[in-house]
């Protein structure tokens, strides 16, 4: 007997389901992200043009063939699960060439993410250092914990942290925004995420307005031995 599946797909495109990052004027900042997840850089200019520069070099160029990325109508630019190989330096201008925002991101592996449960006693990466022709202190870069998963009931929360690189007396920076193309191979260098039980109250004020949805069914024929299922709204920092 066929097995039915029901999935669901949204019927238009949802900006607010995108991770916003952004930046002052004329301000260069960086960034640590996970690979795989969509995110926004924000640039207030409709007619942007937005440049890339990778960290291992590369002169910078005018983006206009990736096919994950896409200039949106207000000047910001969407990048959809964007790889590691894509980190570097992102710089929004106007049609003048003159500088609005940089963004200097790396994008972190997301599939070499160590995971812990803290309350099942599992410990996160401890500190290290690393000779690179002179210590350097490598360390994980945490971000405050994400809400409850549940209300009124026993649920989970996480937090993100991220490979980060500290070369006193320089301020510390992400893991491969600082090596670039040093070739180095080591299991510290990797993005963590730390998982613990929560118990919170609902707050009405939380709730949010759900988009109109699509429900489709779809049959599994008999040659079908896998299937690959896509949540539309889900991102690791929410």
Partial sequence: ????????????????????????????CQKALLSGNDIVLHCDHK????????????????????????????????????????????????SANALIVEYEIDFQDATTLHI??????????????????????????WEPWQDCNRCEEPGERKRLGYCYVEEPP???????LYLRD?????????PEMQVERCLVPCDPGKEIKQPFFIYDIYQLGKLTNHMWLTCPLASIYR
Avoid at 1 to 28: E, G, R
Avoid at 170 to 176: A, N
């Fill in 1 to 28: 007997m066929l097995a039915t599946l029901c999935l669901v797909s949204f019927s238009f495109p949802i900006l607010w389901a995108q991770t916003l990052i952004s930046c002052s004027y004329k301000s260069l």
């Fill in 47 to 94: 007619a942007a043009l937005w440049y890339f520069s990778s960290i291992l070099g590369e002169n910078i160029f005018l983006l206009n063939s990736w096919p994950n990325i896409k200039k949106l109508p207000g000047g910001s630019l969407q990048l959809t699960k964007p790889q590691p190989s894509q980190a570097g330096l992102f710089r929004c201008e106007d």
């Fill in 116 to 141: 812990t449960h803290k309350d099942l006693g599992q410990k996160p990466l401890q500190n290290e250092t690393l000779n690179l022709g002179g210590e350097v202190f490598i360390f994980t870069h």
């Fill in 170 to 176: 320089e301020k510390p920076m992400p893991c491969w």
């Fill in 182 to 190: 040093e070739k180095v191979q080591y299991s510290r260098l990797r």
